[in-house]
């Protein structure tokens, strides 16, 4: 248990301690920024679609990152290691799960701030968005983490990973941005359990991808 302990820590220090950290955060201040160019100067308009446009930057930013999430440990025999001392697959996925859920949720709702502000976002849309990202989060740190497992062996897997796991996280998306619709009064309990789903078979979808990396 301490090892895995130390694999949390050490995919966090991961995270928060160098610069891998800032790309999914700057890009989705970037997408925030430059939306407002390609739909030009009206608020009314920025409010009611840029909603939707922080949804689909923060599911983008949470695939960003996944070269880092398993590659490393692979090419350095930490998976090997973990596996020899008898750690399940499906619980070292779900420590890197937990890990990069706090890593990139964490300042990607504390950018959602200046992004929300950019696209003319009230008050209550931000704390309904903000609501929604929290519930979505950790899903989206289960599919980047499959991705990272099931795209370990490739070259350029971050660009094919984020196409085989984005179809699952469309459901997310859907209800997230459904939320912002004053008539959808249940996207957020559709989005909770989509979400709990996710990160409940995450753990064993990209434990499996694990052991195929030993195979």
Do not use: C, Y
């Not at 964490?106 to 519930?135: E, F, H, N, S, Y």
């Not at 979505?136 to 196409?163: D, F, H």
């Amino acid at each position: 248990m301490t090892a895995l302990i130390a694999l949390f820590w050490r995919d966090l220090r991961r995270a928060w301690g160098s610069g891998a950290l800032w790309i999914p955060v700057v890009f989705f201040l970037l997408v925030a920024t430059a939306f407002p160019f390609a739909v030009g100067p009206d608020a009314p308009l920025l409010a009611k679609t840029g909603g939707g446009m922080l949804w689909v930057a923060a599911l983008l930013a949470a695939l960003l990152p996944i070269d880092r999430l398993v590659r490393p440990d692979r090419d350095a025999g930490v998976l090997d290691q973990l596996a020899v001392r008898g750690f399940a697959d499906e619980l070292i996925a779900a420590v890197k799960i937990a890990a990069h859920a706090i890593g990139f949720g964490l300042p990607l709702l504390i950018a959602l701030l200046p992004a929300a502000a950019l696209l003319a976002q009230d008050g209550a849309r931000v704390a309904t968005i903000a609501a929604g990202l929290a519930l979505a989060i950790p899903a989206l740190a289960a599919l980047a983490v499959l991705s990272a497992a099931l795209t370990a062996n490739l070259k350029g897997g971050s660009a094919i990973g984020g196409l085989l796991i984005l179809p699952l996280a469309v459901p997310l998306l859907i209800f997230g941005a459904g939320m912002l619709d004053p008539s959808g009064r249940g996207a957020a309990k559709l989005l909770a359990a989509v979400s709990l789903l996710l990160t409940v078979i995450g753990p064993f979808a990209a434990g499996a991808a694990l052991r195929g990396l030993r195979e």
